[in-house]
């Protein structure tokens, strides 16, 4: 790969026979006129290597409780209760995943907060895209009126919402209901997955749409045919949004659902920690590492499509 | 509205598909259904809980109870939730410092009429008034966790201590002086290796409180009106006094102990870093499980002053909703779960301390092993937490007495200082629910 020389025409005291004094605005231009492409070369392997030790660094931070959590799943209830921790199990071993297996329904839950997270992501963001579509084209006083209404319910905490909540589903008989939590979830996520959308929308340029119409497309064929393919990216973000915030989702799920058959991988979750914050860390941790799977699985089959530049030369600047 | 509507008609769409909702409270043949909130931990108590449910299944086919699990961490907002929203569990196991607020807000039934004569005596008197407000009682109190001493043997005995049994226990004064014993720099390196205790003061208020008993405190009291008012003096600042000359002048506590539970404090007591800590009773399970091969450790009583071995506890509770239909019925389940021998199974299950006093003679929590007997030696002198019936005690907890009592441990605040954010402040929070 060829590196291109400094350009002449960044240094505006090129001209300047001698070095500037310090600090002299000419300064900057006289130091760039000294580096020479070798310079230059290893000026930026060094901030590319930069950029990659910032870059190691952040996903060490991101990574390391994953790690931990992994590792502590695989330790005995002696080495956790050891004076120097190890980074690595010192004698590995799956007791505390058959100890998990053990104590609580894992596998039901986790089928449980599948089957919710899933229907809840499919749902709001199947609602949300001709609504955000709505109000991302059609700007009138109703829809500014709605993004507002919108912004403000995202600001409602819990404990506001989660009495007049119980008691609605309660008349509605959808308490200890799967069905339930998965409307519950779809209307607490709706707000913001409007939000993101709309932002998506707004981005495919209206020209595209008035093109499809000239050339005979209906409201619908345009938005299926046209807007939708390249909404993809934005549509993987709200799922995985939609998704991840209804698997992880604790306190609707707590109040909700009684029947030991029907609660969620996050409430199962909490039945590892006892009085006083005493935690059955092992098994904790053993059940906490399942619980990151399905997560994990759904971003790495979603990751791919979320791709930018879709848009780049679909119409002219 | 229109991201309202869309909502609500998904409501409305699933609520037709759901057409399952909360399981009547009788059936068309007249079977009594109750549903049991349970707050067993360890496995084998939570085993012990099902198979006593599966028991009376079988015994009482007219009145069937279905078992569901829940949790310490979230039991308080859950239960909140269900009673606001009328879908209260019939039974209900939760500890007696929560019950005040149920209680005095209505939503729990008073078992006085349905109690059985045979609970009520087996149960000590001491026991009753943890769960007693107005003339009425709200749950009843099964099991119940004293603050022992969990101390490492070797270190003990290297130092030539006499061991404190609840027949002659340590005074506060020993217990100074044992730390300071205790303490040593083995390598000379001018830095302490070993502590002769940590404190776990992560959550201070609680242990601070009921420990003021043995040197006769209070801490809440009542005055002629019989309202709550808050009471810092000698004999409730005694022990607190204590624990702050050993962080800050006696060296012989660890001041990062104090930011820890009691779970954090284990890898040192193991390491040998703490020769004893003060912990509930229940901590015996994580010592049994994580101690390595060989490590002696042995469970003795705090300490005590003329008042004997005295202090507060919170006893874990079997309550009803006021909202079931079917209290005599609950209360019957209640007593059963009660019967001596089933207390025992579930006291030993989540290795706590039974109230039953046929329980308390029962073999398997009279013997030496995990230190077992220590527990039942030390039942006698359990008194109610005199946090308990305090209405406007979390508060006082949260927003006043914890941060002052953490700063008042690290040093940062006096005596005095603590004495006036205690009691002057306090009394204010309690004035406020007692209008």
């Not at chain 1, 600001?155 to 519950?184: E, H």
């Not at chain 2, 006036?420 to 402040?425: C, F, I, K, N, P």
């Amino acid at each position: 790969m060829s590196v291109p020389s400094p350009s002449r025409s960044r240094s505006p005291s090129l001209s300047a026979p001698t070095p500037p004094a310090p600090g002299a605005p000419g300064m900057k231009g006289a130091r760039a006129m000294k580096r020479t492409p070798a310079k230059v070369r290893a000026l930026r392997l060094a901030g590319g290597a930069g950029q990659y030790l910032a870059l190691a660094c952040y996903l060490i931070f991101l990574g390391f409780p994953l790690l931990w959590l992994l590792s502590t799943s695989f330790k005995t209830a002696r080495e956790l209760g050891s004076l120097d921790p190890a980074w690595l199990p010192r004698h590995p071993g799956l007791d505390n995943y058959r100890a998990a297996f053990d104590a609580q329904p894992l596998l039901r839950s986790a089928l449980n907060s599948l089957v919710v997270a899933c229907a809840a992501s499919l749902i709001s963001v199947t609602v949300a895209v001709p609504a955000a579509y709505a109000l991302a084209r059609h700007r009138s006083l109703v829809g500014r009126a709605s993004s507002v209404w919108i912004l403000v319910s995202q600001t409602f905490p819990f404990v506001l919402v989660i009495i007049p909540l119980f008691l609605v589903l309660k008349n509605l008989r959808l308490i200890d209901s799967i069905a339930g939590l998965i409307a519950v979830y779809v209307v607490w996520n709706l707000p913001f997955s409007l939000w993101m959308l709309q932002g998506y929308v707004k981005a495919v340029p209206p020209s595209l749409e008035e093109a499809a119409a000239i050339d005979g497309a209906g409201r619908v064929r345009t938005l299926v045919s046209v807007v939708l393919p390249l909404l993809a990216p934005g549509l993987v973000a709200t799922l995985m949004f939609s998704f991840v915030t209804a698997w992880n989702e604790f306190f609707f799920a707590l109040v909700l659902l009684k029947s030991p058959e029907n609660q969620t991988m996050s409430v199962i979750l909490t039945r590892f920690l006892g009085a006083e914050g005493v935690a059955d860390l092992g098994p904790l941790a053993a059940a906490s590492v399942l619980a990151t799977i399905p997560g994990l699985v759904f971003f790495a089959l979603l990751q791919r499509r979320l791709v930018g530049g879709m848009l780049a030369g679909a119409v002219k600047a | 509205m229109r991201t309202l509507l869309p909502g609500a008609a998904t409501t409305l769409a699933l609520s037709l598909l759901a057409g399952c909702g909360a399981a009547p409270d009788t059936t068309a043949d007249g079977e009594i259904r109750l549903e049991f909130l349970s707050l067993a931990w360890q496995k084998e108590s939570v085993e012990a809980n099902k198979r006593l449910v599966r028991q009376w299944n079988e015994d009482h086919p007219g009145v069937q109870v279905r078992y569901v699990q829940g949790s310490w961490d979230s039991v308080h907002d859950q239960l909140l939730t269900s009673f606001l929203g009328g879908e209260a569990p019939d039974i209900i196991h939760d500890d007696a410092s929560d019950l005040t607020d149920f209680a005095h807000g209505g939503y729990l039934a008073d078992l006085t009429p349905y109690l059985p004569k045979r609970l009520r005596d087996d149960i000590p008197q001491e026991s009753w008034e943890t769960t007693s407000y107005d003339e009425g009682v709200y749950g009843v109190p099964f099991l119940q966790e004293p603050r022992v001493l969990i101390a490492n043997t070797k270190l003990l005995k290297g130092s030539g201590v006499r061991l404190p049994t609840a027949q002659r226990p340590w005074t506060w004064q020993d217990f100074e002086d044992i730390s300071k014993k205790l303490t040593r720099d083995v390598d000379g390196d001018g830095r302490t290796d070993t502590y002769g205790v940590a404190w776990a003061m992560k959550e201070p208020v609680a242990q601070s409180v009921n420990l003021a008993l043995s040197t006769g405190g209070k801490v809440f009291t009542k005055d002629g009106d019989g309202k709550n008012r808050i009471r810092y003096d000698t004999a409730e600042s005694s022990v607190p006094e204590l624990v702050r000359r050993q962080v800050n002048e006696d060296r012989t506590a660890p001041r990062n102990g104090l930011g820890m539970s009691g779970s954090d404090t284990l890898p040192g007591f193991f390491g040998g870093r703490y020769a004893m800590l003060p912990l509930n009773f229940s901590y015996r399970q994580q010592v049994r499980q994580q101690a390595p091969e060989g490590f002696g450790w042995t469970v003795l009583p705090m300490p005590g002053d003329s008042t004997g071995l005295t202090q507060g506890v919170a006893p874990q509770t079997l309550s009803v909703s006021r909202d079931s239909a079917h209290k005599k019925a609950a209360v019957d389940f209640i007593a059963y779960l009660n019967q001596a021998d089933h207390q025992v199974e579930l006291a030993t299950g989540d290795w706590l301390l039974p109230t039953s006093r046929e329980a308390l003679k029962d073999p398997a929590v009279n013997t030496r092993r995990y230190g077992w007997r220590t527990g039942v030696d030390i039942a006698a002198g359990l008194r109610p937490s005199p946090v308990l019936g305090v209405l406007g005690f979390a508060e006082w907890k949260d927003k006043i007495a914890t941060p002052a009592y953490q700063e008042y441990y690290n040093g940062a605040l006096g005596t005095d200082e603590l004495r006036t954010r205690l009691v002057a402040d306090g009394n204010r929070i309690l004035d406020r629910y007692q209008r």
